[in-house]
């Protein structure tokens, strides 16, 4: 019975319909080829994106800003800034204060490491008056969670090489100090042979009394500083580790959704306009219309509600659904509705003008922007393909954007005219499609 179903009768060989078919019509061969290619796309590129980011980390660019004033024998922020900037698992810059912060907040740096001003002081009597030295670090985990915490990964592998230098430093000055001593005590020893030999025993009182007090008042002082240092246990602890890496966030992001929110909505909305474009075609008319420009005034004003409707849509499931928190609740409503429509735009004029091969290059093209705009890892722990094209991709521009207004706070005013331009642009390009179809039948 299995035979008859798949063999037909009087056959040997079974006849593969579906295959001619595809042989026949090449069009169709070349969709099937160009759905092939999807799946292979967006491996390949998205793992390019994410492959080895901890193995880049000597590509993230951060700064250290030396504040330290030396010492008659110490000069530590100068010894530290030398090491960190010749370091080749680390691309540390020497920078100044002012510009180091102005590059973090622009997204230049993704770290800043600050030496306080007393470093040397404080590292210089640590044998005597211990106190953990703090340094602190800036991160601006508005910018890219992810990068914050690889920097914060980063920071304390440093501070553990940090107190390992300062303590085997230390250890030499420690070890220097008992030789000294030690010859010290031998000369003292051999003083007091001498005296001893001199009869010392019966030496008048004023030559033994003031001996006597300098033996006790050492003896005395020396068990009031082991008394105090047995008192202090923080003070064994800042021995132990003398130095503490703090990190300050420039920027207030309540949670790692908050961070990654600029990255999903960007995707959401060119994907929502892709399938639009594929499912609904925006060159067929349903009308007659005295001009081609009227034809596409109605075409384009509804699908531009429709867009802007889902973008809503979407604003309403972040903020209820998700509880997403921005800083500027209604400028990232707004943006957002430029954004969708920009994508729109772009995603349109293709898809008319090549049809549904245009909507696949856009779906590429969609695909290669999710790997190359840094949403997940840092741009610059990308490969130099990804680093080159990334500042001139449309969705890079729409996530700096909300970035802004979700977390960082600021002008947008540049990217909102980026943004306008691309409305105008692409709008202008399926106008010219209307136009150059102005004679088309129209479909009831």
Same mark, same amino acid.
């Given at each position: 019975?299995?035979?008859?179903?798949?063999?037909?009768?009087?056959?040997?060989?079974?006849?593969?319909?579906?295959?001619?078919?595809?042989?026949?019509?090449?069009?169709?061969?070349?969709?099937?080829?160009?759905?092939?290619?999807?799946?292979?796309?967006?491996?390949?590129?998205?793992?390019?994106?994410?492959?080895?980011?901890?193995?880049?980390?000597?590509?993230?660019?951060?700064?250290?800003?030396?504040?330290?004033?030396?010492?008659?024998?110490?000069?530590?922020?100068?010894?530290?800034?030398?090491?960190?900037?010749? =370091?080749?698992?680390?691309?540390?810059?020497?920078?100044?204060?002012?510009?180091?912060?102005?590059?973090?907040?622009?997204? #230049?740096?993704?770290?800043?490491?600050?030496?306080?001003?007393? =470093?040397?002081?404080?590292?210089?009597?640590?044998?005597?008056?211990?106190?953990?030295?703090?340094?602190?670090?800036?991160?601006?985990?508005?910018?890219?969670?992810?990068?914050? #915490?690889?920097?914060?990964?980063?920071?304390?592998?440093?501070?553990?090489?940090?107190?390992?230098?300062?303590?085997?430093?230390?250890?030499?000055?420690?070890?220097?100090?008992?030789?000294? =001593?030690?010859?010290?005590?031998?000369?003292?020893?051999?003083?007091?042979?001498?005296?001893?030999?001199?009869?010392?025993?019966?030496?008048?009182?004023?030559?033994?009394?003031?001996? $006597?007090?300098?033996?006790?008042?050492?003896?005395?002082? $020396?068990?009031?500083?082991?008394?105090?240092?047995?008192?202090?246990?923080?003070?064994?602890?800042?021995?132990?580790?003398?130095?503490?890496?703090?990190?300050?966030?420039?920027?207030?992001?309540?949670?790692?959704?908050?961070?990654?929110?600029?990255?999903?909505?960007?995707?959401?909305?060119?994907?929502?306009?892709?399938?639009?474009?594929?499912?609904?075609?925006?060159?067929?008319?349903?009308?007659?219309?005295?001009?081609?420009?009227?034809?596409?005034?109605?075409?384009?004003?509804?699908?531009?509600?429709?867009?802007?409707?889902?973008?809503?849509?979407?604003?309403?499931?972040?903020?209820?659904?998700?509880?997403?928190?921005?800083?500027?609740?209604? #400028?990232?409503?707004?943006?957002?509705?430029?954004?969708?429509?920009?994508?729109?735009?772009?995603?349109?004029?293709?898809?008319?003008?090549?049809?549904?091969?245009?909507?696949?290059?856009?779906?590429?093209?969609?695909?290669?922007?999710?790997?190359? =705009?840094?949403?997940?890892?840092?741009?610059?722990?990308? $490969?130099?393909?990804?680093?080159?094209?990334?500042?001139?991709?449309?969705?890079?521009?729409?996530?700096?954007?909300?970035?802004?207004?979700?977390?960082?706070?600021?002008?947008?005013?540049?990217?909102?005219?980026?943004?306008?331009?691309?409305?105008?642009?692409?709008?202008?390009?399926?106008?010219?499609?209307?136009?150059?179809?102005?004679?088309?039948?129209?479909?009831?």
């Amino acid at each position: 019975m299995i035979r008859s179903l798949i063999w037909d009768k009087g056959d040997e060989v079974m006849n593969f319909h579906e295959w001619a078919y595809i042989k026949q019509h090449p069009t169709v061969w070349r969709i099937l080829l160009g759905i092939l290619v999807i799946p292979l796309a967006y491996a390949a590129i998205l793992l390019a994106s994410v492959w080895n980011p901890y193995g880049e980390l000597h590509r993230l660019p951060m700064a250290v800003v030396d504040q330290d004033r030396a010492t008659a024998t110490m000069h530590w922020g100068r010894t530290v800034t030398r090491q960190l900037t010749r =370091s080749e698992s680390l691309q540390f810059h020497r920078m100044t204060a002012r510009q180091a912060h102005r590059d973090l907040r622009a997204g #230049k740096l993704y770290l800043v490491l600050t030496i306080p001003r007393k =470093s040397s002081y404080q590292l210089g009597r640590l044998a005597s008056h211990p106190e953990t030295l703090r340094l602190t670090y800036q991160t601006d985990a508005g910018q890219s969670t992810v990068a914050a #915490k690889m920097g914060s990964t980063a920071m304390q592998k440093l501070q553990g090489t940090l107190n390992q230098t300062v303590i085997q430093a230390e250890f030499v000055a420690i070890q220097r100090q008992t030789v000294q =001593s030690g010859r010290r005590l031998v000369t003292t020893a051999g003083q007091l042979q001498q005296v001893a030999r001199a009869g010392v025993t019966g030496a008048p009182a004023s030559v033994t009394s003031p001996l $006597n007090e300098a033996i006790v008042q050492g003896l005395t002082r $020396n068990g009031q500083r082991l008394a105090q240092q047995s008192k202090r246990p923080h003070q064994l602890q800042a021995l132990a580790a003398p130095i503490k890496l703090v990190q300050h966030n420039v920027t207030s992001v309540a949670n790692n959704g908050t961070g990654m929110a600029p990255y999903f909505m960007a995707i959401s909305l060119f994907v929502g306009c892709i399938t639009l474009n594929i499912i609904y075609d925006a060159g067929k008319r349903h009308g007659q219309y005295r001009n081609f420009a009227l034809a596409w005034l109605d075409k384009m004003g509804m699908l531009w509600v429709f867009v802007m409707l889902a973008a809503s849509a979407m604003w309403l499931a972040v903020l209820n659904i998700n509880g997403l928190r921005p800083l500027q609740p209604g #400028k990232t409503y707004l943006l957002a509705l430029l954004i969708v429509l920009a994508f729109f735009s772009l995603v349109t004029c293709f898809r008319l003008w090549l049809g549904l091969t245009g909507a696949w290059l856009m779906l590429i093209f969609m695909i290669f922007q999710i790997g190359c =705009s840094g949403g997940t890892y840092p741009i610059a722990l990308t $490969n130099p393909l990804y680093r080159a094209v990334h500042p001139y991709l449309p969705m890079t521009i729409a996530m700096a954007g909300l970035r802004h207004t979700i977390s960082l706070g600021g002008s947008i005013a540049g990217i909102c005219w980026i943004l306008a331009g691309m409305v105008v642009v692409f709008s202008l390009g399926t106008l010219a499609y209307f136009y150059t179809h102005r004679n088309a039948e129209m479909v009831a």
